[in-house]
C-alpha cells in the first residue's frame, strides 16, 4: 500500500505525521511526506528515515516575521499552499492509495481536492480539537474576523466560521479546482474536514464530546526520538539536582528577553536550575551563572524524564511529550489550541495553568509552586501511566485496512 502524507506548519504539525510514517513503514506500507523544506524538517525526517517531499515556503520565516493575529499577506500565503497542493503533491499521489493531510484550512482542502482528482481515499486529520466544531466550545477565531464576542449560542457561531471560512478561501480553491477539472465546493470546512475526520489526541489527556461530526479519535501520534542529548547538557543534568526546562519551542514571543528573565527568576526562586531552550523565540540567559544552560534543539522525550518541571507554551506535542514523561508542567500560552491544554493540564492536575501570555517572575514562581507540589508530580506519574501510547499504530492500521474516513 502506498500513503502520501501532506503537512504544513512548525514542529507541531511535522512530528506527529512523522510518526505516523515510520509506523506505516514499520507495518510493510509504503510512505512519502509532503512537508516545508526547513532544514531542522529534513534533517529531523532523515534521522527517522524519512525522506520528505519539499512542498510550500519555508515556515520559520514566515512564523517569526507575521505579527500574531494579523492578516497581512493571508490570501497570497493561502493561495500558495493550496497550489502546492495541488502541483507538488498531486505530483507525489501519483498511483498511491490513500492521502492524509494536516494543518491549516487551505492545505487540507487543497490535499482534498488532489484525493478526489486521483480517486485516492482521503483522511483529515488533527492533532489537537479546538479546530473540530463542537457544541461544546466557541470557534477559535480565524486572522482578521473576529467573532462577536458576547455571543454564547456556540453552533450558531460554528456556523458563522464555515461562512467565514468560504469567504476567505472558497474562492481560490474553486478556481484551482476548475484548472483541475473538478466542480465547485460549496463549504471549504465542510469540505475539508469530511464526514469523519480523526483526532489524534490522547482520550485521557484531550477527550472528545460525541458531536453530530463523526471523529475518530486514535490517540496521539509521537514520533520516536532515540538522539543522545548532547554531553554538555548531560554533564550539566548529572551535576546537581534535577533542572527546571523552559521552551517556547516554535511559538514567537513580543518580549523574549523579559521572558526569558521572568522564567529564570522564577526558578531561582525555588532553588532550582534551569534549563533555556532558545526556540524559535531565540530566548537567551541574562547573566552567565552556572545554575543555567542554554540548549538548542534537542530530544525531549530524554530530557524531560531528567527534569523537575516543564515550563512551555502548550503546544499538542509539548505536552503530550511532557505528559508521557510523567514531569509537572506550568504551560504559559500564547494563543491558538494552547489555552485548551493549559487548561487540561490544570484540570488533570498533572501541572498549572499560568494566567496569560505575558509571565512575570512573581506569578510564575506562583505556578511553579504548584508545579513542584509532590502531590503534583505523583498525579503526573499516574497520568503518564494511564495515557495510550499506541496512536500511530491504531492510525496506520486504520489505514492499512481501507477504513472509510470521508
Not at 515556503?57 to 497542493?85: C, F, H, I, N, W
Not at 471549504?188 to 469530511?194: E, H, L, P, S, W
Not at 526556540?279 to 540567559?285: I, K, T
Request: net charge neutral; aromatic share 4%.
Amino acid at each position: 500500500m502506498r500513503v502520501v502524507l501532506s503537512t504544513y506548519g512548525s514542529r507541531g504539525a511535522v512530528e506527529p505525521m512523522a510518526g505516523l510514517a515510520v509506523r506505516l513503514r514499520e507495518l510493510g506500507a509504503e510512505v512519502r511526506m509532503c512537508a516545508p523544506p526547513d532544514e531542522e524538517f529534513a534533517v529531523r525526517l532523515a534521522g527517522l528515515g524519512v525522506e520528505p517531499v519539499p512542498a510550500g515556503s519555508p515556515v520559520r520565516p514566515l512564523v517569526t516575521s507575521v505579527t500574531p493575529g494579523s492578516a497581512e499577506g493571508l490570501a497570497q500565503r493561502a493561495a500558495d499552499l493550496m497550489t502546492a497542493q495541488f502541483d507538488t503533491v498531486a505530483a507525489a499521489a501519483e498511483g498511491a492509495d490513500a492521502l492524509v493531510a494536516t494543518g491549516p484550512l487551505p492545505v487540507t482542502a487543497g490535499a482534498r481536492s488532489v484525493a478526489e482528482k486521483l480517486g485516492l481515499r482521503f483522511v483529515h486529520a488533527s492533532h489537537q480539537p479546538v479546530s473540530l466544531p463542537s457544541p461544546h466550545r466557541r470557534p477559535p477565531a480565524r486572522r482578521g474576523r473576529p467573532l462577536p464576542p458576547d455571543a454564547t449560542d456556540n453552533q450558531a457561531l460554528w456556523d458563522e466560521d464555515a461562512a467565514i471560512a468560504h469567504t476567505m478561501f472558497g474562492e481560490t480553491l474553486n478556481t484551482l479546482r476548475a484548472g483541475a477539472g473538478l466542480p465547485p465546493v460549496h463549504s471549504v470546512r465542510g469540505y475539508a474536514f469530511t464526514a469523519h475526520p480523526w483526532l489524534a489526541t490522547d482520550p485521557l489527556l484531550s477527550p472528545w464530546q460525541p458531536t453530530g461530526l463523526g471523529v475518530v479519535q486514535t490517540g496521539a501520534w509521537c514520533a520516536p526520538d532515540e538522539r543522545p542529548l548532547p554531553a554538555e547538557l548531560m554533564e550539566f543534568l548529572d551535576d546537581g539536582p534535577p533542572p527546571v526546562y523552559v521552551g517556547f519551542g516554535s511559538t514567537p514571543l513580543r518580549a523574549p528577553e523579559e521572558v526569558a528573565r521572568a522564567a529564570v527568576a522564577a526558578i531561582r526562586a525555588h532553588g532550582r536550575r534551569a534549563v533555556v531552550s532558545r526556540g524559535w523565540a531565540e530566548l537567551g540567559l541574562a547573566d552567565g551563572r552556572d545554575d543555567c544552560l542554554l540548549v538548542g534543539e534537542v530530544n525531549h522525550q530524554a530530557l524531560f524524564r531528567r527534569v523537575a518541571a516543564v515550563v512551555h507554551h502548550g503546544s499538542a506535542g509539548t505536552t503530550m511529550t511532557a505528559t508521557l514523561a510523567g514531569v509537572p508542567q506550568v504551560v504559559v500560552a500564547q494563543g491558538a489550541d494552547q489555552p485548551y491544554w493549559a487548561g487540561r493540564v490544570a484540570d488533570l492536575g498533572i501541572g498549572a495553568a499560568h494566567e496569560g501570555p505575558a509571565p512575570a517572575a512573581e506569578s510564575l514562581s506562583a505556578a511553579l509552586r504548584t508545579a513542584l507540589a509532590p502531590q503534583t508530580r505523583a498525579r503526573a506519574a499516574d497520568v503518564a501511566a494511564a495515557v495510550r501510547t499506541d496512536g500511530t499504530t491504531v492510525a496506520a492500521r486504520l489505514l492499512l485496512a481501507g477504513a472509510r474516513t470521508a
